[in-house]
């Protein structure tokens, strides 16, 4: 059995895995961190606990404290030149995010085409993976939470907008949620043209990735949790 911790900007993902299936899967707020005991009381010592952490070396560290039973199988992922099946092309490769990596991993378990592959959560990430599995290099744009608080915070007469989307808004409220999911499935479809006719499909995952694949016009699929199984590939290589 292994555990995998997804440790991201507002929650923290975890997944329990024997091997073949995930045998349970859940997510706690930073601020809810003690909830993550629970797991060494209801579930066997694992042989390996995997941590992908964004949050910072505190966020890490009480990761650590609530599954402290578990320290001797604890590790915690770094970004790598080439692993899972993916060459990680980055200037420096251990300055690209784990999280954006363990993604990469997990999407290229999906799939053995080219892909974009999207983390829609805090931050919004737009990755290129090529069918050799290279990571060609992304984009990082300000979530859709990120961009309506943005404007409410550094303009004068907006608001923080609980809009719809509309094609055509005519209130506020809607232009502003309209024009924050417009730019990011823009940013989505630039990406995935710059594929060109070898395009396989565009991979989203994260809270708001169901949200963001209503709004597209290219091939999409939405799943899970990637960096969770971009983990588990990472604990089955060994």
């Known amino acids: 059995m292994i ?6 900007n507002s929650r923290i ?3 329990i895995h024997d091997g073949q299936r995930w045998l349970a899967q859940g997510a706690v707020a930073h601020a809810d961190v003690a909830q993550l005991a629970a797991l ?8 390996k606990v995997l941590l992908a952490n964004v949050a910072g070396a ?14 001797p199988v ?3 992922v770094k970004s790598e030149a080439k692993r899972g099946g993916v060459s990680n092309l ?11 990596w363990c993604a990469l991993i997990g999407a290229r378990v999906q799939t053995t085409s080219a892909c974009i592959v999207v983390m829609a959560g805090t931050a919004t990430t737009i990755d290129t993976l090529d069918a050799q599995g290279n990571f060609l290099g992304g984009l990082i744009l300000p979530g859709l ?18 809009g719809h989307y509309a094609a055509q808004p005519r209130c506020t409220d809607d232009a502003i949620v309209s024009g924050a999911i417009e730019a990011q499935a823009g940013a989505i479809e630039r990406a995935f043209a710059r594929l060109g006719p070898v395009a396989g499909n565009c991979l989203l995952s994260g ?9 597209l016009s290219i091939p999409c699929q939405v799943l899970e949790n990637l960096p969770l199984e971009g983990l588990r590939q990472l604990a089955s290589e060994g």
């Open 58 to 71: 505190d966020a890490a560290q009480r990761i650590r404290q609530q599954l402290s039973l578990w320290q």
């Open 74 to 76: 604890f590790d915690q």
């Open 90 to 100: 980055y200037k420096n490769p251990v300055q690209l995010g784990v999280d954006r």
């Open 40 to 47: 060494t009381r209801h579930w066997p010592a694992p042989e």
């Open 13 to 15: 993902k975890w997944g």
């Open 3 to 8: 555990v995998c911790l997804d440790s991201g």
């Open 145 to 162: 939470e990120l961009m309506r608080h943005s404007l409410a915070r550094d303009t004068a007469g907006l608001p923080f907008a609980n």
């Open 207 to 215: 809270g708001n990735a169901a949200l963001l694949a209503e709004h």
